[in-house]
């Protein structure tokens, strides 16, 4: 007691002192809160001292942190050995940042050494944990090559699609209609293409207005394939001009008027 009135009993004080008896919660609270008082004219290196006795007590989070710290060069030399050290510890208590980092290091030669194995192994924990954006680049085996299994690939696209990331949901969407790594479903397909062409993803717009055109996984519409290549064309995707001058010839101007209102709708909607 007579310990505690010495020190006062405020909240930060009471982080100190958890933080002096070993407690990397505490340490790492600490870390935080002197980072971000850096007018008060603390004692330099202080918050660093206290995120790396967080970090070496295991705090994933501080782990992380340290990484970032001689990655950069906060308030130290930057360290790339050390950096790729500490990420690797962060990454093996699941800081899913981390594993994708380690990854894209092992991938490229940056700050590690190039090591296909380890990109991939690091990658595929980020997309167990459900990282969409780690789930689509083990799809596309991004910078190694075509997938091994396409089968494989598919099944982690799925989940990444499902999180409403667009370019997933345009990729299982071309897959649905090969039937590459997947039974073909026209049906199925569309329902993805509609979902990215939704985004804006003028690439599946104008897949979609392919698949009205000719009455693919849905019902023929002239109205409503002109409508979506119209917005594919208007977000850049320049190859469907053609296919768009040619329909326009065989609409009335009636058909036009709707496919414009159709499109001036979904503009007014987004």
């Known amino acids: 007691m007579v310990f505690l009135l010495a020190f006062g009993c405020g909240e930060d004080t009471r982080t100190r002192l958890r933080a002096r008896l070993g407690d990397a919660e505490a340490q790492l609270a600490l870390a935080k809160l002197l980072e971000s008082e850096s007018a008060l004219a603390l004692e330099p290196g202080e918050a660093l001292r206290w995120l790396l006795a967080a970090a070496e007590s295991g705090a994933a989070d501080a782990q992380l942190r340290v990484a970032e710290v001689y990655t950069r060069g906060l308030g130290v030399p930057a360290d790339p050995a050390a950096a790729l050290r500490w990420y690797r510890k962060a990454a093996e208590q699941g800081v899913v940042a981390a594993q994708t980092e380690l990854a894209r290091r092992y991938e490229t030669g940056d700050g590690a050494p190039v090591d296909a194995s380890e990109a991939e192994r690091w990658l ?147």
């Open 124 to 270: 595929r924990s980020a997309a167990e944990s459900g990282d969409a954006q780690a789930q689509l680049r083990l799809q596309s085996a991004e910078g190694r090559g075509a997938p091994r299994d396409l089968a494989e690939a598919a099944r982690w696209l799925k989940p990444a699609a499902e999180s409403g990331l667009v370019e997933a949901q345009f990729r299982l969407a071309v897959l649905l209609r090969t039937g590459v790594g997947v039974p073909r479903d026209n049906a199925e397909a569309v329902r993805w293409y509609r979902l990215a062409a939704e985004q804006g993803q003028p690439m599946a717009q104008a897949s979609l207005g392919a698949c009205y055109l000719g009455g693919r996984g849905v019902e023929k519409d002239l109205v409503a394939a002109h409508a979506w290549l119209t917005r594919s064309a208007a977000g850049g995707f320049e190859r469907v001009k053609p296919v768009l001058e040619e329909l326009e010839k065989s609409l009335s101007p009636r058909e036009l008027a709707r496919s414009k209102q159709l499109v001036e709708q979904a503009s007014a909607a987004h």
